[in-house]
């Protein structure tokens, strides 16, 4: 849908979030036809607001304040498409579990719930999701440290819906020792760091990219410098074909505790409309080879929104899942992003909401409890991501990424650093391409190892 969307900033800025969840919006100032037009105009301390449908047209009128404007388009939007536009309500950024967890310092979870409803207009079941969440998951939380996050930017062949920094692996063998010698020294040292400043390492989370398209040897080589860490240890070893029992004894080796094996749907033609290049008896191989090696916690990712999927065949991959023994199970919903080769959702949104709500209740009559949530735009019905969990086997490093309760720092290309400063995140990004990270890393890593000197 096409919206024509005028307004002065910073209302504009303020509104553009809610229009775009809109299924399928392309929001814009002038463009030469639209199918919705919304015009925010400034009377004073009042705002107008109008909004048009061919000959439908609504009004409202608000006090000029953030959270009125945003509650009254959002409103309007849902009266004019005669739908509701999200049921996350105004919260449309990534992280609404932490906005849950302020209120809940104040209020009772009942409170939370009505306070979510009435002033972020979330539905309820939404609203009921978030605080449990945040309930489950901000317990684990600790006071001090840090956790460290390793990229690993290469996989064997992109997934039509990829938007991460994943390199052909193919392409980059001619960098990868260098690359592995750099990132092995980055890790050795922030490691190190933090040893002397006496600063606690609370998580280490190896992701990409796919780890595990790294030869064994290679992984070795990179996370040497953390061998047997003492804290929880996560590898992604997301794509099933990159899996072997070699690479499966080398990480339990290293003091692995926790590896993704991901299937995202049990259809081979699913796994080919969306360019994995894997079939579901590799994926069941490689599921039962994490289980019978050192490593003790196994997670699994599905994907709602997918092509050729059903609830029935959505609820069999769970059972199938549950009855191997995963204790970790994340439903993700697809987010598409302008990097991806898939443009459009696949998925009629009622179909894939359906899913996920029946999937998230199989789940939870089972024992496993939502304990972390992000979202992201362009995400399939409006849905959002959440990790279960057995109770027990939670991932810390998900919880305080998603929280942002500690810093974090990053090592390898793209990997992105958040430190804390004066009650502040600040980013460091390592660049994403293999090549100008080796150029720029040693520059980074002293930045780093400043902001521990600084912060111990
Ligand atoms: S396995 Fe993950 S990171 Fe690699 S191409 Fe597929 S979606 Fe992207």
């Given at each position: 849908m096409i919206i024509r969307f005028e307004a002065p900033s910073p209302w504009r800025e303020r509104g553009v979030h809610l229009l775009e969840l809109v299924p399928e919006a392309i929001v814009e100032?002038?463009?030469?036809?639209?199918d919705l037009e919304v015009k925010v105009e400034l009377r004073g301390q009042i705002l107008l607001l109008t909004a048009k449908v061919g000959r439908q047209r609504d009004r409202a009128i608000v006090p000029a304040s953030s959270a009125d404007f945003q509650r009254a388009l959002f409103r309007l939007l849902g009266k004019i498409t005669d739908?509701?536009?999200?049921?996350?309500?105004?919260?449309?950024?990534?992280?609404p579990g932490k906005v849950a967890a302020r209120l809940l310092q104040n209020l009772s979870r009942e409170d939370t719930i009505v306070r979510l409803r009435e002033?972020?207009?979330?539905?309820e079941e939404k609203a009921k999701l978030l605080v449990e969440v945040v309930g489950a998951g901000y317990?684990?939380?600790?006071?001090r440290g840090v956790s460290i996050y390793i990229s690993v930017?290469?996989?064997p062949s992109r997934c039509h819906y990829c938007s991460f920094?994943?390199?052909?692996l193919a392409r980059w063998q001619h960098v990868l020792p260098k690359y592995i010698e750099q990132a092995a020294s980055e890790l050795g040292k922030l490691l190190e760091a933090c040893r002397a400043y006496q600063l606690p390492v609370n998580s280490i989370y190896v992701g990409g990219g796919?780890?595990?398209?790294?030869?064994p040897e290679q992984l070795a080589i990179l996370l040497a410098p953390a061998i047997k860490p003492g804290c929880e240890f996560t590898v992604e070893a997301?794509?099933?074909?990159?899996?072997t029992p070699r690479h499966l004894e080398v990480l339990g080796g290293l003091g692995v505790t926790r590896v993704s094996v991901n299937?995202?749907?049990?259809s081979e033609k699913t796994l080919q409309a969306i360019g994995r290049n894997h079939t579901i008896q590799e994926f069941q191989q490689a599921l039962m080879a994490a289980q019978s090696s050192e490593i003790g916690i196994i997670n699994s990712d599905m994907i709602v929104?997918?092509?050729?999927?059903t609830l029935a065949g959505f609820i069999q991959g769970l059972e199938y899942l549950i009855c191997k023994g995963v204790q970790n199970i994340t439903i993700h919903a697809l987010s598409l992003k302008?990097?991806?080769?898939?443009?459009?959702?696949?998925?009629p949104p009622d179909l894939a909401g359906e899913i996920a709500q029946a999937a998230y209740q199989f789940l939870q009559e089972r024992d496993y409890r939502p304990y972390y949530l992000y979202r992201q735009k362009n995400i399939s019905a409006n849905l959002e991501n959440i990790g279960f969990a057995l109770?027990?086997?939670?991932?810390y490093y998900n919880v305080a990424s998603i929280a942002e309760s500690e810093p974090v720092l990053g090592v390898g290309a793209g990997a992105v650093s958040k430190l804390v400063m004066h009650n502040r995140i600040e980013t460091l990004n390592n660049p994403a391409d293999p090549i100008q990270y080796l150029a720029r890393s040693q520059s980074l890593v002293r930045r780093k190892l400043d902001w521990l000197r600084h912060s111990s």
């Open positions: 100032s002038e463009p030469p036809s639209w739908s509701d536009p999200s049921p996350w309500g105004i919260l449309t950024g990534v992280r002033q972020y207009l979330l539905r317990p684990l939380l600790n006071r930017p290469f996989c920094a994943a390199h052909p796919t780890p595990t398209s790294l030869a997301g794509r099933p074909d990159t899996i299937c995202q749907y049990p929104g997918l092509p050729e999927q302008r990097g991806a080769k898939t443009q459009h959702q696949y998925l109770p027990g086997t939670f991932c």
